[in-house]
Nanobody, 117 residues
Framework: VQLQASGGGLVQAGGSLRLTCVPS????????MGWFRQAPGKERELVAS???????KYADSVKGRFSISRDNTKNTLYLQMSDLKPEDTAVYYC????????????WGQGTQVTVSS
């Protein structure tokens, strides 16, 4: 499985962006999916996750501003980000787990989100 993330960019505070993660390869091996982010000098952190059954979790810092969704027919993943803040600036990574084997996981290449104040 390969994951291709896109949609990042430069936006002013209060603006919006939509990230997309398109899988290729054995896409029906994909189970849970999520978005992580890593800011300079910080550890990678979970932003939002969604199971293949549709259960969703958000980091406290993005609740009410970000919305994760997926198209299960293609296992395409989305992250709608609104009311962006400078502290949201980071490289955002798409992540997927294997539907059967917990030790298998897949990462996209990352897309840069920069929020100016």
């Amino acid at each position: 499985v390969q994951l291709q993330a896109s949609g990042g960019g430069l936006v002013q505070a209060g603006g919006s962006l939509r990230l997309t993660c398109v899988p290729s390869g054995r896409i029906f091996d994909i189970g849970d999916m999520g978005w992580f982010r890593q800011a300079p000098g910080k550890e990678r952190e979970l932003v939002a996750s969604i199971t293949d059954g549709g259960s969703i979790k958000y980091a406290d810092s993005v609740k009410g501003r970000f919305s994760i969704s997926r198209d299960n027919t293609k296992n395409t993943l989305y992250l709608q980000m609104s009311d962006l803040k400078p502290e949201d600036t980071a490289v955002y990574y798409c992540h997927a787990g294997h539907t059967y084997y917990a030790q298998l996981e897949y990462w996209g290449q990352g897309t840069q989100v920069t929020v100016s104040s």
